[in-house]
């Protein structure tokens, strides 16, 4: 039996698991069924801090968006979104900067009508339903390009999101078409898991998602920094997520996600 809310369009399978909707399971969040909980539970059996991992990531994500800001950049793209949980782009960046604009980029069903929901009223922040490992298709959406000023500065965001994405579909290549029409003094930053610390344990995990909307890969520290060439990678390099720029003390939070902030010259 499915435990569909009233507000779920038809459309939505709510018997399949999705990435989305995990991932705001283990941050605490209430916008997931149960088939989700089933999956999320299985990740914490594998990996019992995995709603500090997703916790860390999150707080790089608000990290990066105000280095991003202090560098004077305005407007945002971020790309897999997600479903909206405290701290989203637009509200880290609207503190900051109430003029800052921002687009949000997913293909999860649920994500995009909580979005839309969310933003209701906000003339600086959209959504756009798109696949973002569709470059050409996200970039010509008429929301991006009236949104979005490509002849300045953007600040693009892949957080939690390139471990979705399989070698066939080429991350690399789908990475360099977003970079290749930023203009220069953009900023891209990017997270992803890895198994590098906890082969076993991150095993299991790839083991309970391979049968949701989306299986993950994990990769390895120079894979992932693979995937910021043609940017120059600011400091403190590519790191743990607890280690890019911390605000307190990270000692004891996980560092199974390798995260990253380059800039387009």
Do not use: C
């Amino acid at each position: 039996m499915s435990d569909r809310p009233a507000w779920v369009p038809d459309s939505i399978n709510t018997e399949l698991p999705s990435a989305a909707r995990v991932y705001d399971y283990l941050l605490g969040g209430g916008h997931n069924f149960a088939v989700d909980r089933v999956v999320g539970e299985k990740v914490l059996q594998a990996l019992p801090n995995g709603g500090q991992i997703a916790g860390s990531n999150r707080a790089f994500l608000r990290r990066a968006v105000l280095f991003m800001i202090d560098q004077g950049i305005t407007q945002f793209l971020d790309l897999g979104s997600g479903i909206p949980t405290v701290g989203n782009v637009h509200e880290i960046a609207q503190q900051a900067d109430p003029n800052a604009r921002v687009v949000y980029v997913d293909y999860d069903e649920v994500a995009v009508t909580h979005s839309e929901l969310l933003l209701q009223g906000n003339e600086n922040a959209t959504v756009v339903a798109a696949d973002a490992t569709k470059p050409e298709r996200v970039l010509s959406a008429p929301a991006v390009r009236k949104m979005l000023d490509f002849g300045k500065p953007v600040g693009l965001l892949m957080v939690a999101v390139l471990h979705f994405v399989p070698d066939e579909k080429k991350p690399h290549e789908v990475l360099a078409q977003y970079i290749d029409a930023l203009p220069s003094g953009s900023l891209v930053a990017l997270s992803h898991l890895t198994a590098d610390g906890k082969p076993e344990e991150m095993a299991a995990v790839v083991e309970a998602m391979k049968n949701s909307r989306d299986p993950m890969y994990f990769r390895s520290h120079g894979e992932f920094s693979g995937m910021f060439e043609g940017l120059e990678v600011v400091e403190p390099g590519v790191v743990s997520a607890p280690h890019w720029r911390p605000e307190v003390d990270y000692d004891t939070s996980p560092d199974d996600v390798y995260v990253g902030v380059g800039r387009k010259v």
